[in-house]
Nanobody, 123 residues
Framework: VQLQASGGGLVQAGGSLSLSCAAS????????MGWFRQAPGKEREFVAA????????YYADSVKGRFTISRDNAKNTVLLQMNSLKPEDTAVYYC?????????????????WGQGTQVTVSS
């Protein structure tokens, strides 16, 4: 199983970025896909998650209304659209996957991880 995250970069506060997580190596139709982030000196924190089927999504309060998680079935890719970015959104963003919807907020419960992609929001 491989997860490949991309799309990070530098953006001014109030701007937008779209992250992608390309999944390969198995069928993900029954899996949960999540995004986490880790800022320097801080623990990895949950950002958003969705069932690959699209029937369920969940967001951290800090990003609700600004970020949207979705999937592109044709490309086997999970997207994280980030709007109205704030300096406090600056972090390395990781995509991850797991089988169960339970404990989606817990990083250690995820089985597979992609490499991180840096998002920097300037004030």
């Amino acid at each position: 199983v491989q997860l490949q995250a991309s799309g990070g970069g530098l953006v001014q506060a109030g701007g937008s970025l779209s992250l992608s997580c390309a999944a390969s190596g198995r069928t993900f139709s029954s899996y949960v896909m999540g995004w986490f982030r880790q800022a320097p000196g801080k623990e990895r924190e949950f950002v958003a998650a969705m069932r690959w089927s699209g029937r369920s999504t969940y967001y951290a309060d800090s990003v609700k209304g600004r970020f949207t998680i979705s999937r592109d079935n044709a490309k086997n890719t999970v997207l994280l659209q980030m709007n109205s970015l704030k300096p406090e959104d600056t972090a390395v963003y990781y995509c991850a996957s797991k089988r169960s919807w339970s404990t989606i907020l817990v990083a250690d419960s995820y089985d597979y991880w992609g490499q991180g992609t840096q998002v920097t929001v300037s004030s």
